[in-house]
């Protein structure tokens, strides 16, 4: 069975400090993608990124980065120099295969940046 | 934007009473999901649908059903609500991109039983 686990419940940070958010899964799938979503204060969930389990390249987004490392089986995602418009909860989700009809979401971490 | 609506976007009920949830899209994708999203638990499937008529169980599906008529909505229906249910669910479409789908959210339904 596929699971995802977010062992940081809430994290506190100051404005402007690095934070890392991180994620770790569990799956017997040899082809399986990996996800991150934010949702707001405001309650909808946002899509962040996407990566396959063929592609351990990081990635960057502006301010966001994430490092996947199959050999951890981990997919953790920072954030530089954080923002108040940061604070949400974070979620990490995996699917395994070809289709997300089983995507395992994490339990989240509620990030809280204060200024 | 995905072009997901929920409906209602809250709601309070009683214990034992029939509920049922839309969620409507209208860009004609194929398949869309119920979740509940409970603290702890992060998100849960419920059910999916893979088209009209079509659906399967997801990881929690005890307690409710589902049904499809029409491409655009999908029913998530609370035959008897129990104070469990309590939750926030989110509906979601499925898009295809870069070899695999990726899930978007409608915005959610809190759903209260008394």
């Known amino acids: 069975a596929q699971k995802v686990t977010q062992a940081q419940t809430e994290i506190s940070v100051v404005e402007k400090e690095d934070v890392t958010l991180d994620c770790v899964y569990e799956t017997r799938d040899t082809t399986y993608y990996l996800f991150w979503y934010k949702q707001p204060p405001s309650g909808e969930l946002v899509f962040l990124i996407r990566?396959?389990?063929?592609?351990?390249q990081n990635e960057i987004s502006g301010r966001y980065s994430w490092n996947f490392q199959k050999s951890t089986s981990s997919f953790n995602f920072t954030i530089t120099a954080s923002q108040v418009v940061d604070s949400a909860v974070y979620f990490c989700a995996l699917s395994g295969g070809f289709n997300n009809n089983d995507m395992r979401f994490g339990a989240g971490t509620r990030l809280t940046v204060k200024p | 934007d995905a072009g997901i609506t929920q409906s209602p976007r809250h709601k309070v009920t009683e214990t034992g009473t029939p509920v049922t949830l839309r969620c409507h899209q209208t860009e004609n994708h194929r398949y869309m999901y119920w979740y509940r999203q409970d603290p702890g638990h992060g998100l849960r499937l419920i059910h999916y649908s893979y088209g009209v008529k079509d659906t399967d169980k997801g990881e929690v599906s005890d307690g409710y059903s589902v049904s499809r008529s029409k491409t655009e909505d999908f029913l998530l229906t609370l035959e008897s609500a129990t104070s469990s249910q309590t939750s926030v669910y989110f509906c979601?479409?499925?898009?295809?991109?870069?070899?695999?789908?990726?899930?978007?959210f409608g915005p959610g339904t809190r759903l209260t039983v008394l």
């Open positions: 990566r396959n389990s063929f592609d351990e």
């Open positions: 979601a479409i499925s898009e295809w991109a870069e070899g695999t789908d990726t899930q978007y």
